[in-house]
């Protein structure tokens, strides 16, 4: 497969509904889904329960599976009307177009958010650089890895030796947790 096969920018004809993702302010995917929504567009917001903790309780929130990204399916020629909702920042693009995602892929995200029994932990705890982890979650998911670095509140870095050649990954904070 190619690099552009990968990536979806079928033209879509005048008048035919596709789906688009579209860039949001920071935690207001919920807000544009239902903006989106109240204008009678068509949207899908990919949710996952997570368990919150803060210092007195924990509670399972509803979450974006996809932090900073809601799905719209509409017509290209009412693409304004997406980027006047507040806090849509823009369309996800592909050579300068609007980058359209194909009906199979929400279909997939859909089923796939229906089936799973997978169950979602956001913790904050504290890392040290040279700390033993596992990946909880994503491709690398299951492998233990060293914690090499901590890249602001929310990313770390670390290695993973059990490929034949050591893998140096940046990934969220939230899909690793300690080992031992």
Not at 14 to 32: N, T
Not at 65 to 90: A, E, K, M, S
Request: contains cysteine.
């Amino acid at each position: 497969m190619t690099a552009s096969a990968s990536r979806s920018n079928d033209t879509a004809a005048p008048g035919q509904l596709q789906w688009y993702a579209i860039y949001v302010g920071s935690r207001a995917e919920k807000k544009v889904d239902a903006a989106l929504n109240e204008k009678g567009m068509e949207s899908f917001l990919p949710l996952k329960k997570s368990l919150r903790k803060w210092s007195d309780r924990r509670k399972w929130v509803d979450m974006p599976l996809i932090p900073g990204y809601c799905f719209v399916r509409i017509d290209i020629r009412n693409y304004i009307h997406v980027l006047q909702t507040n806090h849509v920042v823009g369309f996800v693009r592909f050579e300068g177009k609007p980058a359209v995602i194909r009906d199979q892929q929400i279909e997939f995200l859909k089923r796939m958010l229906k089936q799973s029994d997978y169950t979602w932990e956001i913790t904050h705890e504290e890392f040290t650089p040279g700390q033993k982890v596992e990946i909880i979650a994503g491709p690398f998911i299951g492998l233990e890895a060293e914690l090499i670095s901590i890249k602001g509140k929310k990313r770390v870095v670390v290695r993973i030796e059990q490929i034949s050649n050591t893998l140096i990954i940046d990934i969220p904070q939230e899909d690793i947790t300690a080992v031992g």
